[in-house]
């Protein structure tokens, strides 16, 4: 505790070095005192967790320090590189984690360099080694099919001796450090910085210049065998693989407890600081899987922001990911699809230049989401037929924790389908670690009629999507399905989504049952939402949104609303035809007199919850008064013969 607070205080007061840069040093030796940090009697592998957290928060603060402050560390960077090299050298000091940290903390200072050569001849100090590892012929083979790869993990035979522990090894520390270097690495902001040291190629259709990584020509070479990973790690879930693994080994194909518990919302405290951090061999295995499918993905998003252009310029890129990263998808448990949804596609598309729209995005976006529709309309599927029975589970847990993983993937993908669709802002900068993909933008002039509190204008890649007809009908489908699934935040962002289509389907040339369709969708979340009194008045104002915008060119959508049960036809013709006079005179409604009108017309959808169906309003009469009786009154001083002591305070 004490050394973690040190190492906290050190780093917070880092930026005051430059005042006083004579303690660089003392700062330096003090921070590999914490990541050398051990207790007699322990080695690499027994050390306690409370070691291990000093060695990482001194590994940390080192990382803070090279990236919010790498100026004033430079002139240490020789001496940080010995000190590196030094204990990497050793096997009993580092381990796999603490090694990689430090690498991270040399490719931040590297980055000061501003010279292409000689930062490229720097990381190749550091890639050369695992290269030689990652695309050796043991390797290669060990992880090119799924049988092959599980016999080389060490799944097939349960031997507490782990003979296979240096293959995993090999394997999580190779892709550790192609992550650290992608995710580290950078060229110089000023582009006169990075054009004087060699970091632009040329420029691009719209004049842009066109950088170039330092790691580029480095990770091309390690990234294929990435590629065939991922596919890999996706097949290994099939029955046929599963039956080879050793059954002491299924557990490595559940989830991780710290994951379940966090879906479940149940945090549980470490039971102990100095508990001992050795596991058993299905633990290890366990953490292993999900870590290097995790990892697999950081690693082609780090690609995608790190190499910039040189990545999506490489030849046949859109056939080689869907031949390995986006096959046997169908194999993969549902909480597998996130690392793919949230860490690579969404900085994928996020980065990818404006050229390679048509020849990239949007031949795995047609495989992809079209995937998405059959699969997450399956799941929900099965999560409304459970609520409908009512079934009792003999797990209830598990089946908890299936319909959380299943809400999850839903609201990342169509997170992900926002960002897509949504304009992005032109003023971001490269790895700026914030989580939004595009900001919002200013609120276009609106069409009579036309009303929706978050405007934002269509982005380039979602104007090549809607010229994609089956593309934008898997979406279209999904996102209007979205809003019926039984789930508010679900509803919410699935508005998000159909407000930005809008701006297009009207000019779709849609079929006029393809409106309808999509007009009883919008519907429909009455019937599911409708008990929720707060969500009523946002399912009123899009269904209106949504009935503005495609009545004047689809005007058989009417017949919706006339098919509502119990729906009365003069009213719907005495609604439609306020809508349209109102329009021809240029003078809205207001927007509550609307509302009105149309909760009237789709009342019977309205949802209503058993304990409030047949309530009766009681009405009580005029009652007599409650008798109460009075408060007695205190006496003043001029009513009461008591002696407060007023006369002797002023006798004197």
């Known amino acids: 505790m004490i050394a973690s607070c040190v190492l906290s205080c050190v780093s917070t007061l880092f930026p005051t070095i430059r005042y006083s840069p004579h303690f660089l040093g003392p700062i330096l030796d003090k921070l590999f005192a914490g990541v050398t940090f051990s207790v007699p009697g322990q080695s690499k592998k027994t050390r306690t967790r409370s070691v291990q957290n000093v060695r990482r928060h001194a590994c940390s603060a080192l990382i803070k320090m090279c990236r919010d402050n790498p100026e004033l560390v430079m002139p240490e960077f020789n001496k940080i590189y010995t000190a590196t090299k030094r204990l990497s050298a050793d096997p009993n000091q580092l381990t796999q984690l603490e090694k990689v940290a430090l690498y991270e903390a040399l490719i931040l200072l590297s980055n000061q360099f501003n010279d292409y050569r000689k930062q490229r001849?720097?990381?190749?100090?550091?890639?050369?080694?695992?290269?030689t590892v990652w695309n050796s012929q043991e390797v290669t083979l060990g992880i090119s099919t799924?049988?092959?790869?599980?016999?080389?993990?060490?799944?097939?035979?349960?031997?507490?001796?782990?003979?296979?522990?240096?293959n995993r090894a090999n394997i999580i520390g190779s892709v550790q450090t192609i992550v650290a270097v992608t995710k580290r690495c950078t060229w110089p902001e000023n582009e006169?910085?990075?054009?004087?040291?060699?970091?632009?190629?040329?420029?691009?259709?719209?004049?842009?210049?066109?950088?170039?990584?330092?790691?580029a020509p480095l990770i091309a070479q390690l990234l294929n065998n990435v590629l065939i990973?991922?596919?890999?790690?996706?097949?290994?879930?099939?029955?046929d693989v599963q039956s080879k693994v050793?059954?002491?080994?299924?557990?490595?194909?559940?989830?991780?407890?710290?994951?379940?518990?966090?879906?479940?919302?149940?945090?549980?405290?470490?039971?102990?600081?100095d508990s001992q951090t050795l596991k058993t061999l299905p633990d290890k295995l366990q953490s292993f899987l999900t870590m290097l499918h995790d990892l697999c993905y950081h690693t082609l998003a780090g690609a995608s922001t790190c190499l910039g252009y040189e990545f999506y310029a490489t030849p046949n890129l859109a056939k080689q990911l869907l031949s390995t990263t986006f096959t046997?998808?169908?194999?993969?448990?549902?909480?597998?699809?996130?690392?793919?949804?949230?860490?690579?596609?969404?900085?994928?598309?996020?980065?990818?230049?404006?050229?390679?729209?048509?020849?990239?995005?949007?031949?795995?976006?047609?495989?992809?989401?079209?995937?998405?529709?059959?699969?997450?309309?399956?799941?929900?599927e099965e999560v409304h037929e459970k609520t409908a029975t009512n079934s009792d589970s003999d797990e209830p847990e598990k089946e908890v924790l299936e319909d959380q993983v299943v809400k999850h993937v839903t609201k990342d993908y169509l997170d992900f389908l926002r960002n897509v669709f949504r304009i992005r802002d032109q003023a971001l900068k490269k790895n700026s670690g914030n989580d939004e993909m595009e900001t919002e933008a200013k609120p276009e002039k609106l069409e009579p009629g036309e009303k929706t509190s978050e405007f934002f204008s269509l982005s380039d890649l979602g104007k090549a999507i809607v010229k994609t007809e089956d593309l934008m009908q898997n979406i279209t489908l999904f996102v209007y399905s979205a809003l019926s699934f039984d789930d508010s935040n679900v509803y919410f962002k699935a508005i998000g989504v159909a407000h930005l289509l809008l701006q297009e389907l009207p000019n779709c040339n849609l079929l006029p049952e393809a409106v309808n369709h999509l007009f009883v969708a919008v519907l429909r979340p009455l019937q599911v939402h409708g008990h929720h009194d707060s969500h009523v008045s946002t399912i009123l104002n899009n269904a209106i949104y949504h009935y503005d915008v495609f009545?004047?060119?689809?005007?058989?959508?009417?017949?919706?609303?006339?098919?509502?049960?119990?729906?009365?036809?003069?009213?719907?013709?005495?609604?439609?035809?306020?809508?349209?006079?109102?329009?021809?005179?240029?003078?809205?409604?207001?927007?509550?007199?609307?509302?009105?009108?149309?909760?009237?017309?789709?009342?019977?959808?309205?949802?209503?919850?058993?304990?409030?169906?047949?309530?009766?309003?009681?009405?009580?009469?005029?009652?007599?008064?409650?008798?109460r009786p009075p408060k007695p009154k205190a006496p003043t001083v001029d009513e009461t013969s008591q002696e407060y002591g007023l006369i002797q305070l002023f006798k004197d």
């Open 246 to 273: 050793d059954p002491a080994f299924k557990q490595a194909y559940e989830m991780m407890e710290c994951d379940r518990l966090a879906l479940l919302g149940s945090f549980s405290m470490i039971s102990s600081c």
């Open 192 to 215: 006169q910085e990075a054009m004087a040291g060699g970091f632009i190629q040329g420029t691009m259709e719209n004049g842009k210049p066109i950088y170039r990584s330092a790691c």
């Open 121 to 131: 001849d720097f990381l190749a100090t550091i890639l050369e080694p695992v290269a």
């Open 229 to 239: 990973l991922t596919r890999t790690m996706n097949a290994i879930w099939s029955r």
């Open 328 to 380: 046997s998808l169908h194999l993969l448990p549902n909480h597998k699809l996130r690392p793919i949804i949230r860490v690579f596609l969404k900085l994928f598309v996020l980065y990818c230049p404006l050229e390679f729209y048509f020849s990239l995005l949007i031949p795995i976006f047609r495989g992809f989401c079209e995937y998405m529709l059959i699969r997450l309309g399956q799941c929900w």
């Open 551 to 627: 009545r004047p060119k689809y005007p058989k959508i009417i017949d919706v609303l006339l098919h509502v049960p119990g729906c009365d036809a003069e009213a719907v013709q005495a609604y439609d035809s306020k809508v349209l006079t109102t329009w021809s005179i240029g003078k809205p409604i207001p927007d509550k007199k609307k509302k009105d009108h149309f909760k009237k017309l789709v009342q019977p959808l309205i949802r209503v919850v058993v304990s409030n169906k047949y309530k009766k309003e009681v009405m009580f009469g005029k009652m007599p008064r409650l008798y």
């Open 146 to 166: 799924p049988e092959n790869f599980v016999e080389f993990v060490g799944l097939t035979k349960y031997d507490e001796q782990d003979p296979k522990g240096m």
